[in-house]
């Protein structure tokens, strides 16, 4: 069974610093899709990024960063220079192709998230 | 285009009462799933339709039905709600299972009395 952890539930930055926020998934497909949601306090789930397991190359999108590891089944999620508008909960989320009966499935099964406050 | 929107957007019930919370999508997906959001729980799939006339069971499907209506709308009921259903309710809409992006609409908050 897929199962996604992110250990750390809670982290507060002051403005400007960088922060990583840590991504362990495990599955035992070898084609699988890994994503990161943003859910501001407003509530509504905003797509960050998707990445499927056979692209390892890390992604940079303005102050926002992945790292990619499959050695070590990890997709950490970056904010460099870290601002107020960036306090959220974090979710990280994993995908499987196909399930074990062989027909695609689709299951999204997410981490705890990880409440990420930035203070002014 | 509004994309994922769903109905109503706060709901406060007594127990035993029923309710349907209403989820459409103009993405033209074919995929929809519905999943609660408790606290430090992340999200946990309730039922999904993989197309339109399917339907399956998620990670947590007691105490719910759904009906996949048409392509662009996708029901869930509550025949006689429960105080551990209190949770917010997700619609999400997918172009093809297991592959692509799932996008979300705003919620469902639900309180049961």
């Known amino acids: 069974a897929q199962k996604v952890t992110q250990a750390q539930t809670e982290i507060s930055v002051v403005e400007k610093e960088d922060v990583t926020l840590d991504c362990v998934y495990e599955?035992?497909?070898?084609?699988?899709?890994l994503f990161w949601y943003k859910q501001p306090p407003s509530g509504e789930l905003v797509f960050l990024i998707r990445?499927?397991?056979?692209?390892?190359q890390n992604e940079i999108s303005g102050r926002y960063s992945w790292n990619f590891q499959k050695s070590t089944s990890s997709f950490n999620f970056t904010i460099t220079a870290s601002q107020v508008v960036d306090s959220a909960v974090y979710f990280c989320?994993?995908?499987?192709?196909?399930?074990?009966?062989?027909?695609?499935?689709?299951?999204?099964?997410f981490g705890q998230g990880t409440i990420l406050t930035v203070h002014p | 285009n509004a994309g994922v929107t769903q109905t109503p957007k706060f709901q406060v019930l007594k127990t035993g009462q029923s309710m349907t919370l209403q989820c459409a999508q103009d993405m033209n997906h074919n995929s929809m799933y519905w999943y609660r959001q408790d606290p430090g729980m992340g999200l946990r799939l309730i039922y999904y339709s993989a197309s339109e006339g399917t339907t399956d069971k998620g990670e947590v499907p007691n105490g719910y039905n759904v009906s996949r209506l048409n392509k662009r709308e996708f029901s869930l009921r509550l025949e006689s709600a429960a105080p551990s259903q209190t949770s917010v309710y997700f619609c999400?809409?997918?172009?093809?299972?297991?592959?692509?992006?799932?996008?979300f609409g705003p919620g469902t908050r639900l309180t049961v009395l």
């Open positions: 999400a809409t997918c172009r093809r299972e297991g592959q692509d992006t799932q996008y």
């Open positions: 599955t035992r497909d070898t084609t699988y899709y």
């Open positions: 989320a994993l995908s499987e192709a196909y399930n074990a009966g062989g027909t695609s499935y689709g299951k999204l099964t």
């Open positions: 990445r499927n397991s056979f692209d390892e």
